[in-house]
């Protein structure tokens, strides 16, 4: 049972690059979420899917998109990538919301040059 | 206004004591609380999870919920340099679809 993964760990981009970030979770979760972390602002929600197929806008939306096809993977990606979107990615899964609570992946640190 | 606030430290303690962490919101709604640890460079794990208001003890830590006050606590007992960490609380409630977090607080427990 490896709980909620992330791929890359690190990455290094130029301004105008596109990537994707990989997030998977072998919990069978319904719920899963992507956030970005930086100093001083805490986590901040970017998108979020409340089941496989589904998407939702957070709290920062914009410049990234989401898709959900399975349920175990939430893949987070960055058409144009801007200075403004270096930051340390966290996703994160739940069962559901309310009565259960959010296993978190180890992070990938994006730098955008 | 943001919905949860929390006092970004940092909290600087000498090892052994008691600290005090709290978080403040303004949505009554709210009805599970959790308290995350998160160690540099690592992502967050929970610490501690109560529904509604109340107490809960787990070893060194204890989770406080008054509800009428709209405000949470956690208690760290006899803190020790492995408690250094950043220390995150959010809540969520039914029939919501996500989580609220506090921008948590830094703490340093000095040997």
């Known amino acids: 049972n490896a709980g909620v993964t992330q791929t890359p760990k690190f990455r290094v981009l130029k301004t105008g690059q596109s990537m994707t970030l990989l997030c998977a979770q072998d919990?069978?979760?319904?719920?899963m979420y992507w956030y970005r972390q930086d100093p001083g602002m805490g986590l901040r929600l970017i998108h979020y899917s409340v089941g496989e197929g589904t998407t939702a806008k957070g709290e920062v939306p914009d410049g990234y998109n989401v898709s959900r096809l399975k349920k175990q993977n939430f893949l987070l990606g960055l058409e144009s990538a801007a200075p403004s979107q270096t930051s340390v990615y966290f996703c994160?899964?739940?069962?559901?919301?309310?009565?259960?609570?959010?296993?978190f992946g180890p992070g990938t640190r994006l730098t955008v040059l | 206004q943001k919905e949860v606030e929390q006092d970004p430290g940092p909290l600087s303690v000498p090892e052994g004591a008691i600290v005090s962490l709290n978080c403040t919101y303004s949505?009554?709604?709210?009805?599970?609380f959790m308290w995350y640890r998160q160690y540099s460079r690592k992502g967050p794990e929970l610490l501690m999870y109560?529904?509604?208001?109340g107490n809960k003890e787990d070893g060194r830590f204890t989770a406080q919920v008054d509800k009428s006050s709209k405000y949470i606590s956690l208690f760290i007992r006899d803190s020790q340099p492995s408690d250094s960490a950043t220390y995150l609380c959010a809540m969520s409630g039914n029939n919501f679809n996500k989580f609220y977090f506090g921008s948590g607080t830094k703490l340093n427990v000095k040997p």
């Open positions: 994160a899964s739940s069962y559901r919301v309310g009565s259960d609570t959010q296993y």
């Open positions: 919990m069978n979760h319904e719920y």
């Open positions: 109560t529904y509604s208001s």
């Open positions: 949505n009554s709604a709210f009805q599970y």
